[in-house]
């Protein structure tokens, strides 16, 4: 079976009658949903024409936020006052399939997901109609209220660390989110022009906020006053758009990432990366070559499919190869405690999707 | 600690701190030479046996100067002496004579006797080497002097002259200085004194109780012994109260020359206005240099000060004083920059008020490059303020001088000065004198500057010049279009750096973005103008009680804030402006316009009681922080308190337009 077949087959089979994907369903910590990695596995899912699956997975997004509600509202009360909210009060980044918070201690106030699942809603409707999008509004509308409460607070980014920074590839999700949702909120009636204009101008805040703390040197980074890469910086440009890929400061971001992250057509997080020894990801991998795909580059964009190809065992996409680790004496230690790398996990099977699609048709 | 209290005649420049000490003494020059350098030349009051400094914490004072003078008006109140002083400080329009006032008054229900100690701190020509004071008693006044400069102390009380006088060492070995003569209400007498010295003296009058009585205290300066006898006698001869009324009258009727029409102007913004006036005054020497500012307190901070002429803040305060119909502050300006600019057609980093190249910081080489020690924008404001003078009083005759040895080298260089490739000036200090780079700031001033320049080659006939300068205008314009604005963000940005053959943008958020439309690049209501000035507005505003606007996000000078999101700089008084500058501009009608008069309002309700503006507020309490006054401060307001009153004025006329179309279409029908 070719690998895009398998991977639409691993999905479609890993599915809960929830609507939830688990994030691995091999790995005893990836045995919950993100919002983050499921937004995506819907819109590979979207693209290869399984909308059913799409809309369950953002139905059951809609459920679990609004079974939190009473959380968020609450924090939206404080609005960060005099009090700090306590590290648990915050809305969560992943669930139980049945959309129950874990308990387990976790680093669960991960703004970007939330972001995500704005962005992966307005892929649907774009995909569909808007009928899903009316169904779930007010958790959209909620979600929307809460980013534009919280967008300036630290939170763990997308790989849940460095909860006490404020990061762009957040900041990208939040942007993307909104600014896909926000005119079909509004075209649903669901908002008002008023209020559109209003979120509008947050954007631009946002924009402002990216250009003003996170450009060293000419290219992005990802913490305020330094100059270093992370891969999650291609989120600014893909699919967030918070700049243009063409952008000249996003262009030599991108020069970097592939002088210091790559190594043929793996893609390291970052470079201090030391989890599972820091390995190449295959969702990175696909990342960037949808960025390639994007700005036209489709020779770069193949050679990274094929290269996430030639690493596929028996049809399995894994999270990281180990072929080039960072830190190899730190590996084994991970593995005695956590168990073999995750495999297969939905995400990288989602961008491989996504990728192959969009070599299929570039800039759609 | 700033200096409420600044009085002065373009030579002469005498600056009080907020508890009546003399601070300041600047002389021949104003902002050169200081011969006081910011010690204490205090006043005392000794009354029936009990001393005291003014001062000391039980005094209460009250800081304020005569209405629309440069005499100051100061009650200062002691209710454990039952003693209150009223206090005029002037210092003549022609002569270097400066005349103080005190008028005693007895608060308490019996007759007293109060002696009255004023002691005199100076380190002639800022060094206190070499200085003598004397008692010469056929003056019955104390001198000191060295080399070419002396300062004569006098005063009468009644009809008595000085009572006591004490001369003697200051700071040097054991002595503190004569003014500890003073705590035992007596003087000893001593009558010469050299090297580190002061002098005190003293003067008595009886009180009755309630009632008050007047004592005068003068000073003068001159280049000689001869000089200063004359100026001590000119007073004798014309009475130093009635000297000190016509100091009064002159400074009225200065600021008063015009029959200025305030728009719909509230009376605390008039009244600011008028007094910026004066303080801009006092600051400009009448040799042309405009001062920075001349609080000494800065070397605390620095060690050096703002007593140079920045080519920049003089140009933007010509600009400002032409505007205002005072053209007497511009002109010696202008010819001053003639004589400073460089053979090579450039204006230095900063100057002494004399003439010669101030202190600088800019090296002659970096990263083993050469370049230029220079803030470009220096060169290129200056022709653009000197042709907003010449649009406003049309005098020929001045240009015509300054054609040749200022206009056309300083054209010159600014039009061979570019980066060809991008069509940028070449990098330069940007106009708060931290970072090199290309500056949208500056590069609109060059653009200004070269303007100004065609429109004089315009004037005089002189063609081909014209057709250069235009043409190297419009280059610098395209530059900007094309490398200082960022299409992706929709706005533009502070400049740029130039590394490794490519152009790194500097997106930090500026408020002299403000120049984009200032100096003519585009207009204020441009769509690319509008978005940068309205993220500006919203990314520089102080989101504290104080309110105002940073001069940048993340201002580090003085800073008092770590809370960036909410503070992103203390509120400069310039960069306030600014922002109603672009709301003045952009305002489309009376009522929008009307608006406008609440950033007016602010910077009143923030000036000191005297009426001196800071540099910059402290973003809590709004109390001032740097340099106070500072000139700059003062010429934004008067600046932007004219194009207020011109944009009320077209609006107005507009709304005339209109109403009367709207009734003849009502007639017509």
Known sequence: MHLVDR???????????????????TFTHYRYCWLRDGAFIAYSMDLKGHHDRSRAFYKWCHRTIERYRGKAESLLAMRLGSEEPSSDSWLHTRFTLQGIESTEPWGNHQLDGYGTYLWGVAQHTKKTDISTLVKISSSLVLVLDYLHAFWKVPCYDCWEEFENDIHPSTLAAIYGGVQAICPLLKQAGIISTGDEAHYLQWLREIKEFVFQFYITDGHFVKKNGTNQLDANLLFLAIPYRLISPHYPVMKK????IEKSLVCNGGVHRYLTDSYYGGGEWILLSAWLGWYYADIGECNRAHELLTWIESYSTDGNLPEQILHHVFYPEKLENWIQNWGEIASPLLWSHAMYLILHDKLKSPNS | MPRPIVVGNGKLLINFDTRLNMRDLYYPYVGQLNQIGGQYCRLGVWVDGVFSWCCDEDWAIHLDYKKETLVSHIVTRNERLGIELIINDGVHQRDDIFLKRIQVRNLRNEQCEVRVFLHQDFSINETEVGDTVVYEPTLHAIYHYKRNVYLLVNGLAEKEGIYQYSIGTKRFNHAEGTWRDAEDGLLGGNPIAQGSVDSTISFRVTVPAYDSKIIYYWLCAGPDRNAVKKLNQYVLDSSPGDLLDRVEVYWKRWVNKLDMKYADLPEEVIHLYKRSLLIVRTQADQNGAILAANDSDILQFNRDHYSYMWP???????????IAGYDGIANPFFEFCAKALTDEGYMLHKYNPDGSAGSSWHPYISKGKIQLPIQEDETGLVLFSLWKHYEKYRNLEFVQKLYVSLIRPAAKFLKNYVLPQYQLPQPSYDLWEERRGIFLFTSCTIYGGLQAAANFANLFGDFERERRYAEAAEKIKSGILTHLYDAELGRFVRGVYVEDQELLKDFTLESSLFGIFEFGVLPATDERVKRTME???????????????????NDYYFQKSQDIDRVPGNPWIICTLWMTEYKIATAESLPALKEVIADLEWVAKYQMSSGVLPEQLHPYDGSPLSVAPLTWSHSTFVLTVNKYINRYKELNQNQRKLQNRTVSHAFSR
């Open chain 2, 535 to 553: 993220t500006v507005l919203r990314g520089l505003k102080v989101k504290t009680q104080v309110g105002g606007y940073a001069r940048y996000h």
């Open chain 1, 253 to 256: 971001t991108i020069a970097k």
């Open chain 1, 7 to 25: 991977s639409i087959r691993i999905i479609l089979d890993h599915q809960s009658h929830t609507g939830a994907f688990p994030a691995s369903p």
């Open chain 2, 312 to 322: 920049r803040d003089g140009a933007l305060v010509a600009y400002a004083m032409s």
